[in-house]
């Protein structure tokens, strides 16, 4: 019987050590980082939530209170007349959030670089164009030289109604530090990586 017993213990043991490879297996699938994300994260991410600015509404708001509670807040910087670079990267924005079903926690805000032609009626019915829940924001001079230096965003005026700009779109946090950035290219990107950030922002 000692002899039936040991081929037994063998075969038990066996089942445990193949049971706990399977166990370690799905545990490191689950726990394993995901796959790298195409925006370039900011290593000491700044709070940008606090520049006032203009809703289209005419009241003063700030970045926050526009998110409005948001997980992951959108935000780029651009111009109403803009030819080319702002209307492909909003297009883009909201194919990204209609593909995502609407998300509630997700919000686009769009901030005019161009706020002498672009009030915040006219920015705002633009964004709005693009997806009825798109903001735009809007303010003086001052007040979108502050936003736009708060987010490492550059701009100036070439005449003729045309301005050049920095073309990316921010991703803000609910604590409203901006942690990554994205090149227009990389926009389309955003509709696999917003499911990782939505989780870890």
Do not use: W
């Not at 000692?2 to 399977?22: M, N």
């Not at 900011?42 to 926050?64: I, M, W």
């Amino acid at each position: 019987m000692a002899g039936v017993g040991r081929p037994l213990r063998l075969a038990l043991a066996a089942l445990l050590l193949g049971l706990a490879g399977v166990a370690a297996y799905v545990l490191g699938t689950r726990l394993a980082p995901g796959p790298e994300l195409v925006g370039t994260a900011l290593q000491n991410p700044p709070v940008v939530g606090g520049a006032p600015l203009v809703d289209p509404s005419g009241r003063e708001v700030t970045l926050s209170q526009a998110a409005d509670g948001a997980t992951v807040t959108l935000v780029f910087f651009g111009f109403t007349r803009c030819p080319d670079v702002c209307p492909i990267t909003m297009a883009r924005l909201a194919k990204v959030y209609r593909d995502l079903d609407e998300p509630d926690d997700v919000r686009v805000i769009m901030i005019t670089v161009d706020p002498e032609h672009d009030t915040p009626e006219i920015v705002g019915r633009y964004a709005a164009n693009f997806h009825p829940a798109f903001v735009g924001l809007s303010g003086s001079n001052s007040q979108v030289a502050v936003a736009a230096r708060s987010f490492y965003v550059g701009y100036a005026d070439v005449g003729s109604g045309q301005f050049t700009h920095t073309d990316v779109v921010a991703v803000v946090d609910r604590q409203g530090r901006l942690r990554y950035v994205y090149g227009s290219d990389k926009v389309p990107r955003l509709e696999v990586d917003l499911a990782r950030l939505r989780r870890v922002l």
